[in-house]
């Protein structure tokens, strides 16, 4: 089956850290660029970050830049988001997702997410 | 960055009838690089259009876009009990991409 299998999130102190991992299978995962998008509650979408496929490059949004770091281990299909210096307003769910089409940003794969809560 | 809004913020109709949604883009949309997604409560969003106008995979035909540039529409001809979701769009035709803030369509 093709799919995206976030886990790791949970309750986080503002300040502290957590671990995201994206776990793939049913497609050629060494092949595909991955992005993380983040839904506050009650909010819409928000693109956070993405990877390559190889792993060589990666981006951030300016509201995650310094404190995100995204990786990947292709040996074991799987995306990680390592989130550091968490803050409130960094209280969503996560979902990874696959893009449709190389070389264009949307997507036809998303994982079910993972909630992150960011509160002391 | 490109801010798209949403319009209405709540649409509320009742099965069988017609649905359309609004997308406006603060500057013009690269190559009409717009998407949009329908999302269900607890579900991870769901690719309907791709470019503006290309239905996605498995996508039904009562499902359709439209639109270039700022503006951009997605209609539902007739909506089924299951269409009643909230509707994003994004751009993804300059970096960052960006999404709307969503259009819940409600039975009524």
């Known amino acids: 089956e093709v799919q995206l299998v976030e886990s790791g999130g949970g309750l986080a102190q503002p300040g502290g850290s957590l671990r995201l991992s994206c776990a793939a299978s049913?497609?050629?995962?060494?092949?595909?660029?991955i992005n993380w998008v983040r839904q506050a509650p009650g909010k819409g979408l928000e693109w956070v970050s993405r990877?390559?496929?190889?792993?060589?490059?990666?981006y951030y949004a300016d509201s995650v830049k310094g404190r995100f770091t995204i990786s990947r281990d292709n040996s074991k299909n799987t995306v990680y988001l390592q989130m550091n210096n968490l803050r409130a307003e960094d209280t969503a769910v996560y979902y990874c997702?696959?893009?449709?089409?190389?070389?264009?940003?949307?997507?036809?794969?998303w994982g079910r997410g993972t909630l992150v809560t960011v509160s002391s | 960055e490109i801010v798209l809004t949403q319009s209405p913020g709540t649409l509320s109709l009742s099965p069988g009838e017609r649905a359309t949604l609004s997308c406006r883009a603060s500057?013009?949309?690269?190559?009409?690089?717009l998407a949009w997604y329908q999302q269900k409560p607890g579900q991870a969003p769901r690719l309907l259009i791709s470019?503006?106008?290309s239905r996605a995979t498995g996508i039904p035909d009562r499902f359709s876009g439209s639109g270039s540039g700022t503006d951009f529409t997605l209609t539902i001809s007739r909506l089924e009990p299951e269409d009643f979701a909230v509707y994003y769009c994004?751009?993804?035709?300059?970096?960052?991409?960006?999404f709307g803030q969503g259009t819940k369509v409600e039975i009524k």
């Open positions: 997702a696959k893009r449709a089409v190389a070389g264009l940003w949307y997507y036809d794969l």
């Open positions: 049913g497609f050629t995962f060494s092949s595909n660029a």
């Open positions: 990877i390559s496929s190889g792993g060589g490059s990666t």
């Open positions: 500057q013009s949309v690269s190559s009409n690089y």
């Open positions: 470019g503006a106008s």
């Open positions: 994004q751009q993804y035709g300059s970096p960052p991409q960006t």
